[in-house]
């Protein structure tokens, strides 16, 4: 196949500079004014770090942060699970009844929106609490289910593109020489789509962390997520606290970004080398 | 070979301790299926079943469908809440904003979308990859931070106006913040990277030979493009379009934040019905009419994505 060639136009150089500049100037100016004395968000009057002190005074903010970040981590957990069990069933397992909807399932959440599927949710958790006495009552226990479902079908998609350029003649492999599905899953499939689980861990991680609307329907008085006391703040107008906040999320988005995008190449670097090794034994 | 396959399976499980083996097989479907029906599929029947009923001021603040009174059993299908809807021109309105929000939004994305996807494949391989985690860094972090960052650019004494008054191009600060012209830029801007990523997917896969013997015949570069590189990346352009299209619908966060008291998407008059009316009947119907409306290009979405999986599977 003939390889893309590179293009070297000053239309590519002012679509570059233009198209990224209207992506990172908002972002960079709330990081600069972050460090901006007055309380006026735009008005430059000298630097200071005090908002970030006063961020962390915040105890709404931090209980948030905590509540956040712990649905956060337990609702990607369950997704990386449903999902990866559903990218299996969507390439390896393939005809069965009702393998339409099933496919079709998992791919409605992603682009549903989220209005709809907070308030569905919600009218569910109260029938079921008519129904059934649970639950009684909306907090991080509702707010987890709504999360797993949506970030599922993210995970879905991740790992079902990983599942599909693996190469399966090694998994066949394994099953010709008796190994049962249980033991080549576990053995052979799971290493190799780990790096995608990951993924799609952390991407479960960043939108559970993230939103607002699904987890507004679905809370309950005692449940303040992150988003929901940003939301509530960023209504009543701009606070250098929240240019603060915008800081240190990109900052660890940034880092974790990064991380992961070495840890991942040193990865597949690895892979490559110990097949490579392995076919040289054989 | 999957013949082979089957028959192994079927000694296999004839052998002793070895009948789990069709379970395992069904416990693997039914652990997604079961949970997606649960919290997916049903949520809907029950919002479609809430849209029939009648308010009322009592835990949960809706009727009944079915009653059993006096040795009758009354099935009330109430449809007031969607000749409510018809009636009052304010969800008319709401829907039709809504839609044209969307569309314009999209429109918008794939015109700064699609160069920029280009400009990205025709890189080199090193800075193609640095390139593209850019475009997807912003949406790895905060939705509600990238939305807010626009109102200290827009609003009053904000950045632009700022600027444009020490320019002296204008005295009196533009009002920018709380109109439609901001809720576009808000969309364009969040949803931006969901256009970028299936057209570069679109325009990495395809078949560069084609070009390169469109020039060769001596085409111009406007004409490749148009009738080569554009056919061959549709289905790209219909994936982002879908994932900007459909979201931007329902949108509540921008037009809230950023849009003006009359900058009514119809996800925003489901907020208020829900949360500020507490009137969930007619927030159901509201829901489901956006559902009808979305169902033609979900469905689309759907499609492609199938199309998508197959391609890459054989």
């Known amino acids: 196949m003939t390889p893309i060639p590179q293009v070297k136009s000053k239309f590519r150089t002012f679509v570059l500079l233009a198209g990224f500049a209207f992506l990172y100037v908002p972002i960079l100016l ?29 105890t709404l903010m931090m209980n948030g942060v905590t509540l956040s970040l712990s649905i956060g981590v337990m609702s990607a957990s369950m997704a990386v699970v449903i999902g990866t069990l559903a990218a299996f069933v969507l390439t390896r397992i393939g005809n069965f009844r009702g393998q339409t909807s099933f496919a079709f399932l998992m791919t409605a959440p992603m682009v549903m929106p989220e209005v709809i599927t907070g308030l569905a949710l919600l009218l569910l958790f109260v029938a079921m609490s008519n129904m059934f006495g649970w639950p009684t009552q909306r907090g991080a226990m509702t707010i987890w289910i709504a999360h797993v479902t949506f970030t599922a079908a993210y995970v879905t998609v991740i790992v079902r593109s990983r599942l599909q350029e693996l190469d399966r003649s090694i998994e066949e492999a394994a099953q010709d020489l008796g190994a049962t599905p249980l033991k080549v899953f576990f053995l052979i499939t799971l290493p190799s789509i780990a790096p995608a689980i990951a993924a799609g861990w952390l991407l479960g991680f960043t939108l559970s962390v993230d939103d607002l609307v699904i987890t507004s329907f679905v809370s309950g008085p005692n449940a303040t997520t992150l988003p929901m006391v940003v939301f509530s703040s960023v209504r009543l107008g701009v606070s250098p606290k929240i240019n603060a906040l915008a800081t240190l999320i990109i900052l660890v988005v940034s880092i974790a970004t990064f991380i992961g995008w070495w840890m991942m190449a040193a990865a597949e670097k690895r892979r490559k080398a110990e097949i490579a090794v392995a076919m040289q034994n054989s | 070979m999957r013949g ?185 801007y969040a949803y931006l990277p969901f256009m970028i990523l299936p057209i570069y997917t679109a325009l990495m896969r395809m078949d560069y030979s084609l070009v390169e013997a469109a020039s060769d015949l001596g085409a111009r570069p406007y004409r490749t493009f148009l009738s080569i590189t554009l056919p061959l990346t549709k289905s790209g352009i219909i994936a982002g379009s879908m994932l900007v299209f459909i979201p931007a619908v329902g949108e509540f966060v921008i037009p809230e934040l950023l849009g003006g008291p009359d900058s009514l998407l119809i996800g925003r008059v489901l907020w208020q019905e829900f949360f500020n009316n507490r009137d969930w009947p007619v927030a159901s119907a509201v829901a489901v009419v956006m559902l009808i409306i979305l169902m033609v290009p979900i469905i689309w979405f759907y499609r492609y994505q199938r199309r998508e999986m197959q391609e890459n599977g054989s």
Not at chain 1, 30 to 52: D, P
Not at chain 2, 70 to 98: A, I, P, R, T
Not at chain 2, 144 to 161: P, Q, T
Request: with cysteine; charged share 10%; glycine share 4%.
């Open chain 1, 30 to 58: 709330l990081i600069v004014y972050s460090f901006n004395e007055s309380r006026l968000v735009t008005v430059w009057s000298g630097f200071s770090i005090k908002w970030y002190g006063e961020l962390f005074a915040d």
């Open chain 2, 4 to 188: 082979t396959d089957n028959m192994n399976l079927d000694t296999l499980r004839q052998l002793p301790l070895m009948g789990w083996l069709p379970r395992g097989r069904h416990l693997v479907i039914a652990i997604p299926y079961v949970w997606m029906l649960l919290f997916f599929l049903i949520p809907f029947a029950i919002i479609l079943k809430i849209s029939f009923a009648e308010v009322q001021i009592a835990i949960p603040p809706y009727t009944d469908l079915v009653s059993y009174a006096e040795e009758k059993l009354n099935v009330v299908f109430n449809l007031g809440n969607y000749l409510y809807l018809l009636d009052d021109e304010m969800y008319l309105d709401s829907y039709l904003q809504s839609i044209q929000v969307a569309t314009i939004s999209t429109l918008l994305c794939l015109l700064i979308g699609y160069p920029m996807a280009w400009a990205i494949v025709h890189s080199s391989p090193a800075m193609r990859i640095a390139l593209l985690m850019l475009v997807v860094l912003p949406s790895w972090t905060s939705f509600l931070i990238r939305v807010y960052a626009w109102i200290g650019i827009l609003k009053n004494n904000g950045l632009i106006n700022n600027f444009l008054m020490w320019l002296g191009v204008i005295d009196e600060p533009l009002t920018l913040l709380h109109t439609n012209a901001a809720v576009y830029i808000g969309i364009v």
